[in-house]
């Protein structure tokens, strides 16, 4: 089955500096790479997503970045924001309905 | 909202109670399941229904029974619960089985078992 490692599990920092967290997955059969956004007391929701065709994409502050040969893809935020604090999973579409999410991080964007 | 729909957003049950849960979208999508996730773990996939049919059973205790009338609405059914079966318990539906759009999530019943 698939294995999915997301780094760090927490992050923090301070307003206005840049966030990046990386997962690695070991399916290769894997093409599609969504970023999830989980704030308290709410479910995960899609910030930003990546086929496996493309290396970068980029939405306002956040962007995601691929690298199928090395099977690692990372989110990448700018200019932070207190609003920004939340935890962030990966996911991992492998063959068929396999999906993996990662393990979360625990963003904390400091005044 | 997300425009899946979960009630009740808490619960508070005891070990010999029946409850159920419901999940409910008008996305359109054809594919809903159901993940818990609990402090300090990743999310763990329990069910997968595709067309109304159960497609995934990860090895879930049969306390819990899912059920799916048609392709809106799911449900979970619960019963003798265990206190370690408090969690956040969140659904989620996709277009299809590929989820090649993405999977939008309800916002969770948070269950506490006493």
């Known amino acids: 089955g698939e294995n999915v490692e997301q780094h760090p599990s927490t992050l923090s920092v301070q307003e206005g500096d840049s966030a990046v967290i990386k997962c690695t997955y070991s399916d290769s059969a894997s093409n599609y790479f969504p970023w999830y956004k989980q704030e308290l007391g709410k479910g995960p929701q899609l910030i930003i997503d990546i086929r496996s065709n493309v290396g970068e994409k980029k939405d306002q502050r956040i962007a995601v970045t691929l690298n199928k040969t090395a099977k690692h893809f990372s989110l990448h935020i700018t200019e932070t924001q207190p609003e920004d604090s939340a935890v962030y999973f990966c996911l991992t579409t492998g063959g068929g309905n396999k999906l993996t999410f990662g393990t979360g991080t625990q963003l904390k964007v400091e005044l | 909202e997300t425009g899946v729909t979960q009630t009740p957003r808490h619960l508070v049950m005891g070990m010999t109670n029946k409850k159920s849960l419901k999940c409910e979208q008008h996305l359109g999508h054809n594919a809903m399941y159901w993940y818990k996730q609990s402090a300090k773990k990743p999310l763990e996939l329990m069910f997968v229904?595709?067309?109304?049919?159960?497609?995934e059973n990860n090895s879930v205790p049969s306390r819990f029974s899912p059920e799916c009338p048609n392709s809106s609405h799911l449900f979970l059914h619960l019963h003798t619960l265990q206190p370690e079966d408090s969690a956040l318990y969140l659904c989620?539906?996709?277009?299809?089985?590929?989820?090649?759009?993405?999977?939008?999530f309800g916002s969770g019943t948070r269950l506490t078992v006493v």
């Open positions: 229904y595709s067309l109304e049919e159960r497609v």
């Open positions: 989620a539906s996709s277009q299809d089985l590929q989820g090649g759009d993405g999977y939008t």
